[in-house]
């Protein structure tokens, strides 16, 4: 397993990040479709655990929301490791745009 360590700052209060970010495995099941099953998520107070199987690929991770920063660690399976920045790219990218502050 390869680590994966994401954080992303933010400007929004802490229960608005929150809402926007657990709309995030939502949204991923509606635009991946069949590409994505086993969706599983919890939630405790500004923190939660997911897990999903992508394409035969099963990841696994945990969010926690700050005011200010929104940090992200998943678990990688070694096969997807040799992806890991562009991976890590796309999820910095879909949560800055989740997080921008409009207006």
């Not at 939660?48 to 940090?71: A, P």
């Not at 399976?77 to 409009?102: H, T, Y």
């Amino acid at each position: 397993m390869s680590k994966l360590n994401i954080n992303v700052p933010h400007q929004l209060s802490q229960p608005e990040a929150l809402d926007r970010i657990k709309s995030l495995l939502t949204n991923l099941k509606k635009e991946q479709g069949d590409r994505v099953s086993n969706m599983k998520e919890e939630w405790t107070d500004n923190s939660g655990r997911f897990s999903f199987t992508m394409q035969g690929f099963d990841l696994s991770g945990s969010f926690e929301v700050t005011e200010g920063n929104l940090s992200i660690n998943a678990d990688l399976p070694f096969a997807l490791s040799f992806f890991k920045g562009q991976i890590q790219s796309v999820i910095e990218n879909k949560a800055r745009e989740l997080l921008k502050r409009e207006g």
